[in-house]
Every structure is written in structure tokens, then in C-alpha cells.
């Protein structure tokens, strides 16, 4: 991990539970894939170690991640994630299609085609942030642990 890695991964860990995430910390793990491994890693970890553990965790590992996998073999989730490139390339397309459309529509005569057709538009962009922000919201908060735990104060 290089020290800007580090950096940020300092910064995410020194925030308080439900501290929202400063822009540049955000950025930094939408395009950091070993950052967001990690901190999903510590997720997993927190939640696992929440339950009562029957195995015996051996204290060689050196990561959270080999931990994990040791005290439950299938901790790790399968990766259906959208990449934030395709994400990019699919905004900027649903983009181009709405600006085309504006060009061909200007020779159209039919006001209430048009208009539905932007509605269609709209509704689809609106669908498209909404499924971004939705898949990739453990990035821009870090969640709360409501449920209280036996024996804490």
C-alpha cells in the first residue's frame, strides 16, 4: 500500500460511526479498488466479530482479509459491483442520447410525442443515479451500528 493509500485509509479510520465521508476521502475510494477492498474487509471483520465465535482464530494471518476467510470461507462476497468506469461510459452515453434526441426533435411537429420522450428521458437518468448512488453508498457513509450489544455500556 503507497503512502497516499495510507493516508486515506488513516483518514477513513479516524472518522467517528455516522461522520460523513469528506469529498477527496471519497473520491480517493471510488477510483482506489485496494482501498475499497480493504474497507470493505474491515466491514466484513466488524460485523463477523460482532457474532459469538465458535472457531479458533489463528494469530499468524496478517491481513483481515485471510482472517476472514479462515473463520468463514465464503466472508468474501462475490464482486457483481459495476465498475466506476462503466458507470461513467453508461452516464455519458444516456447523456448523448438526450442531447441527440433534442437535435431530432427539433424538426418534429408532435409537441406530446416529444414531451413524453423527455419524461422517458428523465425518468431514466433519474433511475441511473438513483442505482448509483444506491450500489455505491457504503463509499459515501459510514454505516451505523444500531444494534446495542450485551455486556456494553
Known amino acids: ?8 485509509m ?3 479510520l479516524s472518522l467517528d460511526k455516522g461522520e460523513r465521508v469528506p469529498l477527496k476521502l471519497t473520491a480517493h475510494l471510488l ?5 475499497r477492498r480493504q474497507i470493505k474487509a474491515m466491514s466484513r471483520a466488524r460485523k463477523i466479530t460482532a ?3 465458535d472457531i479458533p482464530v489463528p494469530l ?5 482479509a485471510k482472517v476472514l476467510e ?12 459495476v465498475k466506476l468506469p462503466q458507470w461513467i461510459i453508461t452516464g455519458i452515453l444516456l447523456l448523448v442520447c438526450v442531447v441527440a434526441f433534442g437535435f431530432i426533435a427539433q424538426s418534429s411537429s408532435n409537441k406530446l410525442i416529444i414531451f413524453y420522450a423527455y419524461m422517458f428521458f ?19 457513509v459510514k454505516k451505523i451500528s444500531t444494534k446495542k450489544h450485551a455486556g456494553r455500556a
Open 122 to 140: 428523465a425518468a431514466g437518468i433519474s433511475a441511473y443515479c438513483a442505482l448509483f448512488v444506491g450500489t455505491n453508498l457504503d463509499f459515501f
Open 70 to 81: 479462515q473463520i468463514i470461507p465464503q466472508a468474501e462476497p462475490k464482486n457483481n459491483r
Open 31 to 35: 477510483f482506489c479498488p485496494e482501498c
Open 10 to 12: 488513516d483518514s477513513y
Open 51 to 53: 457474532q459469538a465465535l
Open 60 to 64: 499468524e494471518s496478517d491481513t483481515i
Open 1 to 8: 500500500m503507497n503512502k497516499k493509500c495510507e493516508f486515506y
